[in-house]
């Protein structure tokens, strides 16, 4: 991993760290434009794209947030950490197939 996707987790594991439950939409869209310039970034290092999910969870995990254990039943109800972690996730994937922007997409993920 070079300096710059590095330096973009670290700001990342900030930035999860500092997260506050609800999530508003403004920190969520801030929180996705992060995510999708790390993946970005590790795309550019070459890293493949199951190993980019694998380090944005880890930097999930180094922000003290990670899934409920509960999360892999169907039946269970997803918490807000939940959703978010399987949002940042689904960013990751976005940007490592993206250049890393916006691209358009409302803050929900989806389209405008």
Same mark, same amino acid.
């Given at each position: ?8 987790? #670290? ?5 999860? $760290? ?21 993946? *970005?970034?590790?795309?550019?290092? #070459?890293?493949?794209?199951?190993? *980019? ?22 039946? *269970? ?8 972690? $399987? ?7 976005? $940007? ?7 691209? #358009?997409?409302?803050?929900? #993920?989806? $389209? *405008?």
């Amino acid at each position: 991993m070079n300096h710059d996707a590095r330096q973009l987790a #670290g700001q990342l594991r900030v930035k999860l $760290g500092e997260v506050m439950f609800p999530v508003s939409t403004s920190s969520a869209e801030e929180l996705r434009t992060h995510v999708r310039e790390y993946a *970005a970034a590790l795309r550019t290092d #070459g890293v493949t794209p199951e190993a *980019a999910v694998i380090e944005v969870k880890r930097v999930l995990f180094d922000a003290g947030l990670e899934p409920t254990t509960h999360a892999k039943s169907t039946e *269970a109800a997803l918490t807000p950490r939940d959703h978010l972690c $399987g949002s940042v996730v689904a960013w990751c994937i976005e $940007g490592y197939y993206s250049d890393g922007r916006r691209n #358009g997409s409302g803050p929900d #993920g989806r $389209g *405008a």
